[in-house]
């Protein structure tokens, strides 16, 4: 009997009985049949998701990404006063905000800090951008604990929302970008694109896109309509393309973290701005205004007041 | 992570990681894309390489997510087809695990020995399981008859079988297909 024969008529469905317990009996004969049958039927089974399967250049690809020369060792700069503080984040993050989330299974504990900004992607596919001198460290899959600045862009998953934990409380998201700025006990969280929920202090906030909102211990305060897109603040670029001055300021007010005072809700507001600020202290943005719109303005602590302007 | 073992791990998964973002996006250059950019990733993070045991089962779960990823954003607004959404739902929320990896592996380790079979023996193959073809209708197409349809599937069978040996084990199979009554 032509066996491999009978087992490709196996596989397709077309084989007399006669030949079915021909074959059952070979199969016990020695385990080795019954390994090379279910190898066979293996491949058989696996074989049909070759259908538009790809054939790339890997070699061609190796030589891009080594051409390039990004292939290069970067050598991690540890120091031991690093490591005592990440070490010391560690603790906080353990102390402050285990809430017995055992039941994730693949925990990755990963700290990531530096003097540069980096991305970092994390496995469920989202995107963080955290700013230079800033601590982001993932305590469990699809959470992570924030000390300092970073840009979240979170994979939506509605089975299991994703959440940061800041001083005092955390952000809970279900697949949105948007903002986190901390320092020391005050927190700002602006929202590009989606819903987040906010906790702290006992509280809830829900904010939608463009929304924004500063939280301290003394104080929540919600604010709206900044401008500040995921493009434009990871490149450290503001641009303004027929703005109010209204808008603009909150912008700025936004993004160098202060406090915007204006005159009164019916100060008329004419100004048509178009303008763009790259890696600028707020002293040249603020005089460049100055030039634009007749600005008049105070900055006392973190505060920006506005008196007057001509437009 | 020395260079050589880099250079090894690129090798065995490139294509492999390439067809997986491409069943996602269906675009091949995108897909090429995403999986060069983990791999620059991975060499560039390399504390992250280290807290990180299981590397590849890192490295396919970012290619699945970031196809799924973009697949997301471009379909904002557009329609998007049940099986992305199930995708979505069901697989994105978990890492892929080693089983589905090894799968992955031995797929294109049978996509590379097709092409060592005897070119007869190769074409009914994969009209058979790629095209998903009778063998009726490849005895017709070929102008052969199906008794030698069949023996060829077998001799492929058998052969493919022989180059794949050390690549599949039994304990895997009885994961996969389960037992044969």
Same mark, same amino acid.
């Given at each position: ?46 074989? !049909?998701?070759?259908? /538009? ?17 990004? &292939? ?17 984040v560690l603790i906080c993050a353990i102390s402050l905000f285990y809430f017995g989330n055992s039941y994730i299974s693949n925990s990755e504990n990963l700290v990531y800090d530096g003097n540069k900004t980096q991305s970092i992607q994390?496995?469920?596919? +989202? ?33 299991? !929302? ?7 409380? %955390? ?16 927190? +700002? ?6 819903? &987040?929920?906010? &906790?702290? +202090? ?12 500063i939280l301290s211990p003394y104080e929540q305060e919600f604010l709206s309509n900044h401008d500040i897109t995921p493009s434009n603040w990871k490149n450290n670029v503001l641009v303004f393309e027929n703005k109010s001055l209204k ?20 100060? !008329? ?9 790259? /890696? ?15 600005? /008049?303005?105070?900055?006392?602590? %973190?505060?920006?007041?506005? %008196? +007057?302007?001509?437009? | 992570?020395?260079? #050589? ?49 299981? @590397? ?19 379909? $904002?607004?557009?329609? @998007? ?24 592996? =031995? ?30 209708? =490849? ?5 052969? #008859? ?26 895997? =199979? ?5 037992? $044969? #009554?």
């Amino acid at each position: 009997m032509n066996l491999i024969k009978t087992i490709s008529q196996l596989i397709n469905g077309n084989v007399t009985k006669d030949e079915q317990a021909k074959l059952n009996d070979w199969k016990h004969e020695a385990e080795e049949n019954l390994k090379a049958l279910k190898e066979m039927q293996f491949i058989d089974e696996l074989s !049909p998701l070759l259908q /538009n399967y790809q054939d790339v250049n890997t070699q061609k690809a190796w030589d891009k990404i080594h051409g390039q020369n990004q &292939v290069t060792i970067t050598k991690s700069n540890f120091d031991l006063r690093k490591v005592a503080a990440i070490f010391l984040v560690l603790i906080c993050a353990i102390s402050l905000f285990y809430f017995g989330n055992s039941y994730i299974s693949n925990s990755e504990n990963l700290v990531y800090d530096g003097n540069k900004t980096q991305s970092i992607q994390l496995t469920d596919g +989202s995107d963080i951008t955290l700013e230079k001198n800033s601590t982001l460290k993932s305590t469990d899959y699809r959470e992570v604990a924030l000390e300092g600045n970073a840009y979240f862009d979170i994979a939506k998953n509605p089975e299991r !929302p994703f959440t940061v934990h800041v001083q005092g409380g %955390k952000v809970l998201v279900l697949g949105t970008e948007f903002q986190i700025k901390t320092r020391k006990e005050r927190t +700002s969280i602006s929202v590009t694109e989606g819903k &987040v929920k906010v &906790v702290f +202090s006992n509280k809830e906030f829900l904010l939608t896109a463009g929304q924004f909102i500063i939280l301290s211990p003394y104080e929540q305060e919600f604010l709206s309509n900044h401008d500040i897109t995921p493009s434009n603040w990871k490149n450290n670029v503001l641009v303004f393309e027929n703005k109010s001055l209204k808008h603009v300021m909150e912008s700025i007010a936004a993004y160098y973290d202060f406090r915007l005072e204006w005159p009164s809700k019916e100060m !008329p507001d004419a100004c048509k701005i178009n303008t763009r600020f790259e /890696n600028e202290t707020l002293d040249q943005v603020m005089s460049e205004l100055e030039i634009l719109t007749g600005l /008049n303005f105070e900055i006392s602590g %973190k505060k920006i007041v506005i %008196k +007057s302007f001509k437009c | 992570m020395d260079k #050589s073992t880099f250079k090894g791990l690129f090798d065995d998964h490139y294509r492999p990681l390439c067809n997986v973002a491409f069943r996602i996006s269906g675009d091949l250059d995108m897909a090429e894309d995403i999986v060069q950019d983990v791999f620059l990733k991975i060499w560039n993070q390399q504390d992250l390489l280290n807290a990180n045991k299981n @590397i590849k089962s890192y490295m396919y779960t970012m290619v699945r997510n970031h196809a799924l990823e973009i697949i997301r954003r471009q379909q $904002i607004g557009a329609r @998007i087809t049940d099986e992305i959404l199930y995708l979505h739902s069901e697989a994105n929320s978990d890492p892929i695990e080693d089983n589905e990896i090894e799968k992955y592996l =031995i797929l294109d380790k049978i996509y590379i020995s097709i092409r060592q079979l005897p070119p007869k023996c190769a074409q009914v193959f994969t009209l058979a399981k790629v095209n998903g073809l009778s063998y009726s209708q =490849i005895a017709d197409d070929m102008h052969i #008859s199906v008794k030698t349809v069949e023996n060829q599937m077998g001799k492929a069978l058998k052969l493919l079988r022989a180059m794949l040996n050390n690549k599949i084990t039994l304990i895997f =199979i009885f994961i996969i297909t389960g037992l $044969i #009554s």
